[in-house]
């Protein structure tokens, strides 16, 4: 499975960017998708995930309610909406697949390239 992000850019903070990743290769409808996010110097960390299916989705706690992922399997398409960016939002954002709730790095099996966004206070 290839996954390609976009979307990253640099916002103030309070404002909003929507991320969006684009898989192909595989069957993208038995996946577990999500993000992730690695800021300098900082460990990659889970930021929100979705079922196969869409029916659950989970955040991280840092991010819940105000990061909302979705997705549509007929566009092998996921997308990450960021409301209300805070400065300590900003790092590198990687689309993440695998085959169950991908809440750590080690249950993930295939990476996008990352897409960075900058939130500036």
């Known amino acids: 499975v290839q996954l390609q992000a976009s979307g990253g850019g640099l916002v103030q903070a309070g404002g909003s960017l929507r991320l969006s990743c684009a898989a192909s290769g595989g069957t993208f409808s038995t996946y577990h998708m999500g993000w992730f996010r690695q800021a300098p110097g900082k460990e990659r960390e889970f930021v929100g995930g979705i079922s196969w299916s869409g029916g659950s989705t989970y955040y991280a706690n840092s991010v819940k309610g105000r990061f909302t992922i979705s997705r549509d399997n007929a566009k092998n398409t996921v997308a990450l909406q960021m409301n209300n960016l805070k400065p300590e939002d900003t790092a590198v954002y990687y689309c993440?697949?695998?085959?169950?709730?991908?809440?750590?790095?080690?249950?993930?099996?295939?990476w996008g390239q990352g897409t960075l966004v900058t939130v500036s206070s």
């Open positions: 993440a697949a695998g085959r169950g709730a991908i809440v750590i790095t080690s249950r993930v099996a295939y």
